[in-house]
Protein backbone atom coordinates (compact mmCIF):
# COMPACT_ATOMS: atom_id res chain seq x y z
CA UNK A 1 0.00 0.00 0.00
CA UNK A 2 1.30 3.26 -0.84
CA UNK A 3 0.07 6.89 -1.43
CA UNK A 4 -1.67 7.79 -4.87
CA UNK A 5 -0.15 11.01 -4.84
CA UNK A 6 3.54 12.81 -4.35
CA UNK A 7 2.61 15.82 -2.53
CA UNK A 8 0.14 16.91 0.35
CA UNK A 9 -1.17 19.93 -0.88
CA UNK A 10 -4.67 19.52 0.51
CA UNK A 11 -7.50 17.32 1.17
CA UNK A 12 -9.74 18.30 -1.85
CA UNK A 13 -8.20 16.28 -4.07
CA UNK A 14 -7.16 13.06 -2.34
CA UNK A 15 -9.26 9.86 -2.21
CA UNK A 16 -10.46 8.66 0.99
CA UNK A 17 -8.24 5.36 0.62
CA UNK A 18 -5.42 7.39 1.05
CA UNK A 19 -6.66 9.70 3.77
CA UNK A 20 -7.68 5.73 5.56
CA UNK A 21 -3.53 5.11 4.67
CA UNK A 22 -2.58 8.22 6.31
CA UNK A 23 -4.86 7.36 9.64
CA UNK A 24 -3.79 3.57 10.26
CA UNK A 25 -0.64 4.58 9.56
CA UNK A 26 -0.39 7.05 11.95
CA UNK A 27 -1.10 4.41 14.88
CA UNK A 28 2.63 2.83 14.07
CA UNK A 29 3.68 6.25 14.81
CA UNK A 30 1.88 7.23 18.24
CA UNK A 31 3.12 3.93 19.38
CA UNK A 32 6.77 5.05 18.71
CA UNK A 33 5.67 7.76 20.80
CA UNK A 34 5.54 5.65 23.78
CA UNK A 35 8.88 4.16 23.57
CA UNK A 36 11.35 5.30 25.65
CA UNK A 37 13.50 6.14 22.57
CA UNK A 38 11.34 7.83 20.34
CA UNK A 39 13.09 7.59 17.55
CA UNK A 40 13.21 4.93 14.46
CA UNK A 41 15.63 5.41 11.44
CA UNK A 42 13.45 5.43 8.37
CA UNK A 43 14.22 8.61 7.01
CA UNK A 44 17.60 8.71 7.57
CA UNK A 45 19.70 10.60 4.94
CA UNK A 46 16.18 12.21 4.19
CA UNK A 47 16.80 16.06 4.05
CA UNK A 48 13.54 18.33 4.77
CA UNK A 49 13.33 21.90 4.73
CA UNK A 50 10.61 23.71 6.93
CA UNK A 51 9.74 27.04 4.67
CA UNK A 52 7.53 29.13 6.75
CA UNK A 53 6.66 32.24 5.73
CA UNK A 54 3.85 32.71 8.25
CA UNK A 55 4.16 32.37 12.04
CA UNK A 56 3.63 29.43 13.52
CA UNK A 57 4.04 27.34 17.01
CA UNK A 58 2.61 23.94 17.11
CA UNK A 59 2.57 23.25 13.51
CA UNK A 60 6.33 23.99 13.00
CA UNK A 61 7.37 22.22 16.19
CA UNK A 62 5.41 19.03 15.55
CA UNK A 63 6.44 18.96 11.94
CA UNK A 64 10.32 19.74 13.02
CA UNK A 65 9.53 16.98 16.00
CA UNK A 66 7.82 14.45 13.33
CA UNK A 67 11.49 15.07 10.87
CA UNK A 68 13.89 14.35 13.81
CA UNK A 69 11.99 11.27 14.88
CA UNK A 70 12.61 9.41 11.54
CA UNK A 71 15.79 10.69 11.91
CA UNK A 72 15.45 13.00 8.83
CA UNK A 73 18.10 16.13 8.01
CA UNK A 74 15.80 18.98 9.17
CA UNK A 75 16.60 22.72 7.66
CA UNK A 76 14.21 25.47 9.02
CA UNK A 77 13.57 28.63 7.52
CA UNK A 78 11.53 31.49 9.08
CA UNK A 79 11.28 34.59 7.27
CA UNK A 80 12.28 36.67 9.24
CA UNK A 81 15.71 35.71 9.63
CA UNK A 82 16.20 34.96 5.71
CA UNK A 83 17.05 37.19 2.44
CA UNK A 84 13.32 37.57 1.90
CA UNK A 85 13.75 41.06 3.75
CA UNK A 86 16.43 41.61 1.37
CA UNK A 87 14.41 41.72 -1.75
CA UNK A 88 14.76 38.07 -2.97
CA UNK A 89 12.04 36.68 -4.78
CA UNK A 90 9.92 33.55 -3.27
CA UNK A 91 10.96 31.52 -6.52
CA UNK A 92 14.64 32.38 -6.47
CA UNK A 93 14.88 31.56 -2.98
CA UNK A 94 13.18 27.80 -3.03
CA UNK A 95 15.38 27.34 -6.43
CA UNK A 96 18.52 27.91 -4.11
CA UNK A 97 17.67 26.04 -1.38
CA UNK A 98 16.81 23.00 -3.53
CA UNK A 99 20.33 23.39 -5.01
CA UNK A 100 21.41 22.40 -1.60
CA UNK A 101 20.25 19.03 -2.39
CA UNK A 102 16.80 18.81 -0.68
CA UNK A 103 13.95 15.94 -0.56
CA UNK A 104 11.20 17.35 1.24
CA UNK A 105 9.65 20.65 1.50
CA UNK A 106 7.06 21.81 3.94
CA UNK A 107 5.55 24.88 3.55
CA UNK A 108 3.48 27.44 5.41
CA UNK A 109 2.78 31.06 3.49
CA UNK A 110 0.07 33.14 3.95
CA UNK A 111 -1.05 32.98 0.03
CA UNK A 112 -3.55 30.82 -1.15
CA UNK A 113 -1.66 27.87 -3.79
CA UNK A 114 2.01 28.81 -2.68
CA UNK A 115 1.72 24.97 -2.55
CA UNK A 116 0.78 24.24 -5.96
CA UNK A 117 3.33 26.57 -6.94
CA UNK A 118 5.92 24.96 -5.31
CA UNK A 119 4.79 21.64 -6.81
CA UNK A 120 5.66 22.87 -10.50
CA UNK A 121 8.99 25.01 -9.82
CA UNK A 122 10.56 22.22 -7.49
CA UNK A 123 11.21 18.58 -7.48
CA UNK A 124 11.07 18.37 -4.23
CA UNK A 125 8.14 16.35 -2.36
CA UNK A 126 5.51 19.70 -1.31
CA UNK A 127 3.71 19.07 1.96
CA UNK A 128 0.97 21.83 2.69
CA UNK A 129 1.50 23.16 5.89
CA UNK A 130 -1.44 25.71 6.00
CA UNK A 131 -1.63 27.86 2.67
CA UNK A 132 -3.47 31.52 3.68
CA UNK A 133 -7.47 30.92 3.87
CA UNK A 134 -7.03 27.40 1.61
CA UNK A 135 -6.08 24.59 3.43
CA UNK A 136 -3.99 23.16 6.13
CA UNK A 137 -4.55 19.19 5.44
CA UNK A 138 -2.65 17.73 8.06
CA UNK A 139 -4.49 19.53 10.87
CA UNK A 140 -7.66 18.63 9.57
CA UNK A 141 -5.75 14.77 9.12
CA UNK A 142 -5.01 15.20 13.11
CA UNK A 143 -8.58 15.99 14.05
CA UNK A 144 -10.11 12.90 12.44
CA UNK A 145 -7.22 10.82 13.71
CA UNK A 146 -8.45 12.15 17.15
CA UNK A 147 -11.67 12.16 16.52
CA UNK A 148 -11.32 8.08 15.72
CA UNK A 149 -8.87 7.23 18.42
CA UNK A 150 -11.83 8.52 20.41
CA UNK A 151 -15.01 7.47 19.20
CA UNK A 152 -13.57 4.36 17.12
CA UNK A 153 -14.73 5.74 13.93
CA UNK A 154 -15.50 8.86 11.45
CA UNK A 155 -18.36 7.54 9.50
CA UNK A 156 -21.93 8.23 10.48
CA UNK A 157 -20.83 10.86 13.04
CA UNK A 158 -22.13 14.51 13.19
CA UNK A 159 -19.53 17.34 13.15
CA UNK A 160 -19.46 20.57 13.87
CA UNK A 161 -16.94 23.11 12.76
CA UNK A 162 -17.63 26.13 15.17
CA UNK A 163 -15.94 30.05 14.21
CA UNK A 164 -14.78 31.57 11.44
CA UNK A 165 -15.39 29.31 8.37
CA UNK A 166 -14.27 31.58 5.81
CA UNK A 167 -11.29 32.43 6.84
CA UNK A 168 -10.19 29.48 8.43
CA UNK A 169 -7.99 26.89 6.53
CA UNK A 170 -8.84 24.17 8.91
CA UNK A 171 -12.58 24.20 8.09
CA UNK A 172 -11.92 23.64 4.91
CA UNK A 173 -9.54 21.20 5.10
CA UNK A 174 -11.96 19.25 7.55
CA UNK A 175 -15.37 19.61 5.46
CA UNK A 176 -13.29 17.65 2.53
CA UNK A 177 -11.12 15.36 4.72
CA UNK A 178 -14.67 14.66 7.15
CA UNK A 179 -17.28 14.39 4.34
CA UNK A 180 -14.29 11.64 2.54
CA UNK A 181 -14.62 9.98 5.18
CA UNK A 182 -18.62 9.79 5.77
CA UNK A 183 -19.00 12.07 8.39
CA UNK A 184 -21.67 14.29 8.10
CA UNK A 185 -20.40 17.67 8.64
CA UNK A 186 -21.97 21.14 9.58
CA UNK A 187 -20.75 24.52 10.60
CA UNK A 188 -22.17 27.17 13.07
CA UNK A 189 -20.58 30.74 13.11
CA UNK A 190 -22.56 33.82 12.73
CA UNK A 191 -23.36 34.54 8.82
CA UNK A 192 -20.64 37.52 7.77
CA UNK A 193 -18.17 33.95 8.89
CA UNK A 194 -19.87 31.55 6.67
CA UNK A 195 -18.72 31.65 3.14
CA UNK A 196 -21.21 31.97 0.71
CA UNK A 197 -22.98 28.57 -1.29
CA UNK A 198 -21.23 26.79 1.66
CA UNK A 199 -24.45 24.67 1.57
CA UNK A 200 -23.91 23.88 -2.11
CA UNK A 201 -20.74 21.80 -0.59
CA UNK A 202 -23.42 19.55 1.20
CA UNK A 203 -22.66 21.23 4.89
CA UNK A 204 -25.68 22.24 7.19
CA UNK A 205 -25.21 25.46 8.82
CA UNK A 206 -25.73 26.79 12.01
CA UNK A 207 -26.34 30.17 13.71
CA UNK A 208 -27.37 29.01 16.86
CA UNK A 209 -24.94 27.31 19.40
CA UNK A 210 -27.33 25.36 21.35
CA UNK A 211 -28.63 23.92 18.38
CA UNK A 212 -25.09 22.87 17.43
CA UNK A 213 -24.47 21.31 20.75
CA UNK A 214 -27.47 19.22 20.87
CA UNK A 215 -27.25 18.41 17.53
CA UNK A 216 -24.02 16.87 16.87
CA UNK A 217 -21.74 14.18 18.41
CA UNK A 218 -18.59 16.58 17.79
CA UNK A 219 -17.60 19.98 18.11
CA UNK A 220 -14.31 21.50 16.28
CA UNK A 221 -13.82 25.02 18.23
CA UNK A 222 -11.63 26.97 15.70
CA UNK A 223 -9.94 30.14 16.49
CA UNK A 224 -11.13 33.70 15.74
CA UNK A 225 -8.17 34.71 13.96
CA UNK A 226 -7.59 38.83 14.87
CA UNK A 227 -4.51 38.84 12.43
CA UNK A 228 -6.89 38.10 9.21
CA UNK A 229 -9.61 41.20 10.38
CA UNK A 230 -12.14 38.57 12.41
CA UNK A 231 -12.58 41.66 14.01
CA UNK A 232 -14.68 43.38 10.90
CA UNK A 233 -17.15 40.52 10.86
CA UNK A 234 -18.65 40.91 14.32
CA UNK A 235 -18.95 43.75 16.39
CA UNK A 236 -17.17 42.49 19.25
CA UNK A 237 -15.45 39.43 20.64
CA UNK A 238 -17.61 39.71 24.02
CA UNK A 239 -20.52 39.31 21.72
CA UNK A 240 -19.07 36.60 19.71
CA UNK A 241 -18.49 35.00 22.99
CA UNK A 242 -21.67 35.54 24.62
CA UNK A 243 -23.49 33.88 21.28
CA UNK A 244 -21.00 31.64 19.85
CA UNK A 245 -18.55 30.86 22.94
CA UNK A 246 -18.75 27.11 23.59
CA UNK A 247 -19.31 26.85 27.33
CA UNK A 248 -19.91 24.37 30.29
CA UNK A 249 -23.22 25.62 30.22
CA UNK A 250 -23.76 25.23 26.71
CA UNK A 251 -22.42 21.96 26.60
CA UNK A 252 -24.37 20.66 29.86
CA UNK A 253 -28.09 22.22 28.71
CA UNK A 254 -27.70 20.45 25.44
CA UNK A 255 -25.12 17.55 25.19
CA UNK A 256 -23.20 15.93 28.37
CA UNK A 257 -21.32 13.14 25.75
CA UNK A 258 -19.88 15.98 23.36
CA UNK A 259 -16.39 15.48 22.49
CA UNK A 260 -14.96 19.00 22.14
CA UNK A 261 -11.99 19.55 19.78
CA UNK A 262 -9.97 22.49 19.57
CA UNK A 263 -6.58 23.09 16.95
CA UNK A 264 -4.83 26.10 18.89
CA UNK A 265 -3.74 28.72 20.01
CA UNK A 266 -7.17 29.03 22.23
CA UNK A 267 -8.38 32.49 22.71
CA UNK A 268 -9.80 32.00 25.84
CA UNK A 269 -12.91 33.48 27.05
CA UNK A 270 -13.50 33.88 23.42
CA UNK A 271 -14.66 31.07 21.38
CA UNK A 272 -14.61 28.72 24.34
CA UNK A 273 -14.71 29.32 28.05
CA UNK A 274 -11.43 28.23 30.49
CA UNK A 275 -13.72 25.70 31.99
CA UNK A 276 -14.14 23.81 28.62
CA UNK A 277 -10.69 24.16 27.32
CA UNK A 278 -9.79 22.72 30.61
CA UNK A 279 -12.54 20.15 31.23
CA UNK A 280 -13.67 16.80 30.86
CA UNK A 281 -15.24 17.04 27.24
CA UNK A 282 -11.98 17.98 25.37
CA UNK A 283 -9.15 16.10 23.23
CA UNK A 284 -7.06 19.63 22.88
CA UNK A 285 -3.60 18.16 24.29
CA UNK A 286 -4.57 14.81 22.62
CA UNK A 287 -4.70 16.48 19.45
CA UNK A 288 -1.38 18.16 19.70
CA UNK A 289 0.75 14.37 20.70
CA UNK A 290 -1.88 13.17 17.36
CA UNK A 291 -0.48 15.80 15.21
CA UNK A 292 2.99 14.16 15.79
CA UNK A 293 1.89 11.29 14.85
CA UNK A 294 0.11 11.91 12.15
CA UNK A 295 3.25 14.47 10.41
CA UNK A 296 5.21 11.30 11.10
CA UNK A 297 2.99 9.34 9.01
CA UNK A 298 2.63 11.60 5.81
CA UNK A 299 6.65 12.30 5.79
CA UNK A 300 7.15 8.86 5.73
CA UNK A 301 4.73 7.82 3.06
CA UNK A 302 5.55 10.62 0.76
CA UNK A 303 9.68 10.16 1.92
CA UNK A 304 9.44 6.53 1.23
CA UNK A 305 7.59 6.29 -1.98
CA UNK A 306 9.85 5.94 -5.12
CA UNK B 1 3.38 -19.50 -8.52
CA UNK B 2 4.05 -23.59 -8.22
CA UNK B 3 4.35 -25.53 -5.17
CA UNK B 4 7.58 -27.98 -5.72
CA UNK B 5 7.03 -29.41 -2.10
CA UNK B 6 5.57 -29.54 1.58
CA UNK B 7 8.08 -29.76 3.35
CA UNK B 8 5.99 -29.72 7.03
CA UNK B 9 2.61 -30.60 7.46
CA UNK B 10 0.16 -30.03 10.11
CA UNK B 11 1.56 -32.71 13.25
CA UNK B 12 5.01 -31.73 11.79
CA UNK B 13 5.09 -28.25 12.57
CA UNK B 14 2.93 -29.08 16.04
CA UNK B 15 5.93 -31.26 17.04
CA UNK B 16 8.51 -28.84 15.77
CA UNK B 17 6.60 -26.17 17.97
CA UNK B 18 6.54 -28.36 20.99
CA UNK B 19 10.49 -28.89 20.47
CA UNK B 20 11.58 -25.66 20.55
CA UNK B 21 9.42 -24.42 23.47
CA UNK B 22 11.75 -27.78 24.75
CA UNK B 23 14.71 -25.77 23.42
CA UNK B 24 13.97 -22.49 24.86
CA UNK B 25 12.85 -23.77 28.05
CA UNK B 26 16.35 -25.84 27.96
CA UNK B 27 18.24 -23.21 27.57
CA UNK B 28 16.92 -20.62 29.53
CA UNK B 29 16.45 -23.14 32.71
CA UNK B 30 12.85 -22.60 32.57
CA UNK B 31 10.83 -19.37 31.95
CA UNK B 32 11.16 -17.02 34.40
CA UNK B 33 13.35 -14.33 32.77
CA UNK B 34 12.49 -14.71 29.21
CA UNK B 35 9.90 -12.83 27.31
CA UNK B 36 8.70 -13.45 23.54
CA UNK B 37 8.68 -11.65 20.62
CA UNK B 38 7.12 -12.69 17.62
CA UNK B 39 7.97 -10.61 14.39
CA UNK B 40 5.03 -9.34 12.07
CA UNK B 41 3.07 -11.01 10.24
CA UNK B 42 3.83 -14.95 10.75
CA UNK B 43 6.16 -15.12 13.37
CA UNK B 44 3.53 -13.26 15.87
CA UNK B 45 1.48 -16.54 15.26
CA UNK B 46 4.49 -18.40 15.86
CA UNK B 47 5.12 -16.74 18.40
CA UNK B 48 1.85 -17.70 19.72
CA UNK B 49 2.01 -21.42 19.33
CA UNK B 50 5.45 -21.64 21.26
CA UNK B 51 3.68 -19.58 23.84
CA UNK B 52 0.90 -21.85 23.88
CA UNK B 53 3.41 -24.76 24.42
CA UNK B 54 5.23 -23.39 27.26
CA UNK B 55 2.00 -22.94 29.22
CA UNK B 56 1.65 -26.29 28.85
CA UNK B 57 4.70 -27.80 29.65
CA UNK B 58 6.31 -25.41 32.14
CA UNK B 59 2.92 -24.36 33.28
CA UNK B 60 4.33 -20.72 33.72
CA UNK B 61 3.00 -17.68 30.99
CA UNK B 62 5.87 -15.50 30.15
CA UNK B 63 5.08 -12.06 28.30
CA UNK B 64 4.25 -12.21 24.54
CA UNK B 65 5.02 -9.10 22.31
CA UNK B 66 4.09 -8.25 18.58
CA UNK B 67 7.02 -6.80 16.85
CA UNK B 68 6.93 -4.82 13.50
CA UNK B 69 10.32 -3.71 12.32
CA UNK B 70 9.38 -2.16 8.62
CA UNK B 71 10.69 1.34 9.65
CA UNK B 72 14.00 -0.38 10.31
CA UNK B 73 14.01 -1.58 7.01
CA UNK B 74 17.17 -0.89 5.20
CA UNK B 75 15.22 -1.30 1.73
CA UNK B 76 13.69 2.17 1.39
CA UNK B 77 15.23 3.20 -1.44
CA UNK B 78 15.63 0.39 -3.80
CA UNK B 79 12.11 -1.24 -3.11
CA UNK B 80 9.39 -0.45 -6.03
CA UNK B 81 6.95 -1.07 -3.06
CA UNK B 82 6.41 0.82 -0.11
CA UNK B 83 6.01 -1.73 2.43
CA UNK B 84 3.24 -1.49 4.68
CA UNK B 85 3.63 -0.49 7.87
CA UNK B 86 1.60 -2.10 11.43
CA UNK B 87 1.76 -1.56 14.73
CA UNK B 88 4.17 -2.64 17.22
CA UNK B 89 2.62 -3.68 20.66
CA UNK B 90 4.98 -4.56 23.44
CA UNK B 91 3.58 -3.78 26.43
CA UNK B 92 6.01 -4.43 28.93
CA UNK B 93 9.40 -3.75 29.40
CA UNK B 94 12.34 -5.95 28.16
CA UNK B 95 15.12 -4.14 30.58
CA UNK B 96 17.65 -7.29 31.87
CA UNK B 97 14.88 -9.59 30.27
CA UNK B 98 16.11 -12.65 27.75
CA UNK B 99 14.30 -11.67 24.91
CA UNK B 100 13.63 -14.76 22.62
CA UNK B 101 13.02 -12.99 19.04
CA UNK B 102 10.67 -14.82 16.60
CA UNK B 103 10.03 -15.38 13.28
CA UNK B 104 9.06 -17.55 10.30
CA UNK B 105 11.69 -18.20 8.15
CA UNK B 106 14.94 -16.73 8.27
CA UNK B 107 16.45 -15.90 4.75
CA UNK B 108 19.07 -12.75 4.43
CA UNK B 109 19.12 -11.90 7.93
CA UNK B 110 18.05 -8.26 6.85
CA UNK B 111 15.18 -8.27 8.95
CA UNK B 112 16.25 -9.97 11.62
CA UNK B 113 18.85 -6.95 11.53
CA UNK B 114 16.19 -4.62 11.04
CA UNK B 115 14.52 -5.90 14.29
CA UNK B 116 17.69 -6.14 16.56
CA UNK B 117 17.69 -2.29 15.69
CA UNK B 118 13.83 -1.93 16.90
CA UNK B 119 14.16 -4.24 19.95
CA UNK B 120 17.32 -2.33 21.08
CA UNK B 121 15.05 0.94 20.72
CA UNK B 122 12.74 -0.84 23.49
CA UNK B 123 15.02 -0.76 26.56
CA UNK B 124 18.18 -3.27 27.38
CA UNK B 125 17.56 -6.50 27.48
CA UNK B 126 20.12 -9.30 29.36
CA UNK B 127 20.07 -11.17 25.74
CA UNK B 128 18.40 -11.47 22.40
CA UNK B 129 18.29 -14.93 21.32
CA UNK B 130 16.28 -15.95 17.77
CA UNK B 131 14.15 -18.73 16.68
CA UNK B 132 13.04 -19.50 13.29
CA UNK B 133 10.50 -22.25 12.11
CA UNK B 134 12.67 -22.64 9.00
CA UNK B 135 16.08 -21.58 7.77
CA UNK B 136 16.42 -21.06 4.26
CA UNK B 137 20.16 -19.95 4.34
CA UNK B 138 21.45 -17.81 1.81
CA UNK B 139 22.80 -15.22 4.57
CA UNK B 140 23.49 -11.21 3.71
CA UNK B 141 24.46 -10.52 7.19
CA UNK B 142 26.64 -12.23 9.96
CA UNK B 143 22.93 -13.12 11.73
CA UNK B 144 22.37 -16.70 13.17
CA UNK B 145 19.61 -18.57 14.65
CA UNK B 146 19.34 -20.19 18.15
CA UNK B 147 16.56 -22.61 17.77
CA UNK B 148 15.89 -23.73 14.63
CA UNK B 149 12.90 -26.05 13.64
CA UNK B 150 13.49 -27.13 10.19
CA UNK B 151 16.63 -26.10 7.66
CA UNK B 152 15.70 -26.47 4.48
CA UNK B 153 18.82 -26.18 1.87
CA UNK B 154 16.71 -23.93 -1.56
CA UNK B 155 18.04 -22.03 -4.27
CA UNK B 156 17.35 -18.58 -4.92
CA UNK B 157 14.86 -19.02 -6.82
CA UNK B 158 12.76 -20.86 -4.71
CA UNK B 159 10.38 -19.72 -1.40
CA UNK B 160 9.49 -21.10 1.70
CA UNK B 161 5.89 -19.88 2.33
CA UNK B 162 4.79 -21.01 5.86
CA UNK B 163 0.89 -21.35 6.42
CA UNK B 164 -0.66 -20.97 9.50
CA UNK B 165 -4.08 -21.96 10.96
CA UNK B 166 -5.24 -18.11 12.21
CA UNK B 167 -4.57 -16.76 8.69
CA UNK B 168 -4.06 -18.93 6.02
CA UNK B 169 -6.65 -21.61 7.05
CA UNK B 170 -4.05 -24.37 7.01
CA UNK B 171 -0.83 -25.31 9.04
CA UNK B 172 1.87 -26.47 6.61
CA UNK B 173 5.26 -25.30 5.03
CA UNK B 174 5.75 -25.58 1.44
CA UNK B 175 8.84 -24.97 -0.79
CA UNK B 176 7.57 -22.91 -3.96
CA UNK B 177 9.01 -21.67 -7.44
CA UNK B 178 9.61 -18.25 -6.74
CA UNK B 179 6.65 -16.42 -8.82
CA UNK B 180 9.14 -14.02 -11.19
Redesign the interface.
Known amino acids: MSLSTKHLLGLENISSNDIQLILDTATTFREVLERPIKKVPTLKGTTIVNLFYENSTRTRLSFELAEKRLSADTLNFSTSTSSTKKGETFKDTVRNIEAMKIDMIVVRHRSAGVPQYLQKISNAAIVNAGDGQHEHPTQALLDMYSIREKLGKLKGLKICIVGDIERGRVALSNIYGLQKMGAEVSVCAPPTMIPKNLESFGVKVYTDINKAAKENDVLNILRIQLERDAGTTIPSLREYHNYFGVTADVIEKNNKDILILHPGPINRGVEVSSEVADGPYQIILDQVTNGVAIRMAVLYLLGTKN | MTIKAKIIDEAGLNRTITRLAHEILERNKGSNNIVLIGMRTRGEFVAKRILDKIIEIDNSNPELGIL ?1 A ?4 DD ?2 T ?4 P ?6 ITFDITEKDVVLIDDVLYTGRTTRAAL ?2 VM ?3 RPSSIQFCVLVDRGHREMPIIADFVGKNIPTSINEEVKVKMNEIDDEDAVYLIESPK
Open positions: DTLYRFRRLKQEVSVTNDADLG
